[in-house]
């Protein structure tokens, strides 16, 4: 009987454990799947923010309540990825790197002034979704992984860099990010949320960033710049980053 009792009290204490478990709520899934795509070298983690002006509440506003995004470090500089809107700059000045790691808050802030509290999100039990999960409106780090994922197997890949480029639309301002390095001597792009396939750039273009973006684009765009990619001498290990099957999506 004794024994009867001790294995019920074990079952009980099990069930009561697993209660305690919080499961990973969807929201924030695409966070962690975003953070699973860089670099196991770059300094990134899952954030919740909490809202006060949240989507609806007037016009505008494009965040929920609760935001689960990414912070991530890049070319000395922290920066955001929330599914909502894809990737923006988090830090206002450069040089300020550990002061805005330790203290982001004002950060968020500016990016949406309802932010009334934030915290960092741990790894939590359960399922965070298939390693082969792309999250939407990724391309900005989607284009940081093709660059080691061509390093890792030996691709040639000279003074990369992050081409953004920028269009006007009745919907506000959007964004896209490709790869842009060279190789064989020319310039070439990886349009990482299309293809992994290298595109030429025509000679006949130059180096001039707004031509390639548009040639890209097959049609005019409103801004563009680049952001050169420093690159340690030693090449990622193979395997780090493997994603599914390629979808076609909006940066």
Excluded at 85 to 94: A, I, K, N, Y
Excluded at 97 to 115: S, V
Excluded at 218 to 224: D, F, K, L, Q, T
Excluded at 226 to 240: H, M, N, Q, T
Aim: glycine share 8%; proline share 8%.
């Amino acid at each position: 009987m004794r024994a009867l009792k001790f294995l019920l009290a074990l079952v009980a204490a099990a069930a009561a454990a697993q209660a305690k478990v919080t499961p990973v709520p969807a929201d924030m899934s695409d966070a962690f799947a975003a953070r699973a795509m860089l670099s196991p070298d770059t300094w990134a983690r899952v954030v919740r923010l909490d809202n006060s002006h949240p989507r609806g509440a007037w016009r505008g506003q494009m965040y929920p309540r609760i935001v689960y995004g990414l912070v991530f470090e890049f070319s000395g500089a922290l920066w955001f990825y929330a599914d909502e809107d894809g990737t923006q700059s988090l830090s206002r000045t450069l040089g300020t790197l550990d002061r805005d790691k330790a203290d982001p808050g004002p950060l968020f802030r500016d990016i949406e002034p309802g932010i009334s509290s934030w915290q960092w999100v741990d790894d939590v039990p359960g399922p965070k979704g298939p390693a082969s999960r792309r999250p939407p409106r990724v391309c900005f780090i989607d284009s940081l992984r093709a660059l080691d994922q061509r390093r890792a197997v030996g691709g040639e890949a000279d003074s990369p860099q992050l081409l953004l480029y920028y269009l006007n639309t009745r919907i506000g301002r959007l964004g896209h990010t490709v790869l842009l390095f060279r190789a064989g001597g020319a310039l070439s792009v990886i349009d990482a949320t299309q293809s992994d396939e290298v595109i030429r750039i025509p000679s006949y273009l130059g180096s001039d960033l707004r031509s390639i973006a548009e040639y890209l684009r097959n049609g005019p765009v409103s801004s563009v710049r680049a952001l050169p990619i420093s690159v340690p001498r030693k090449a990622p290990p193979r395997g780090w980053a493997a994603i599914g099957p390629r979808a076609g999506q909006e940066g």
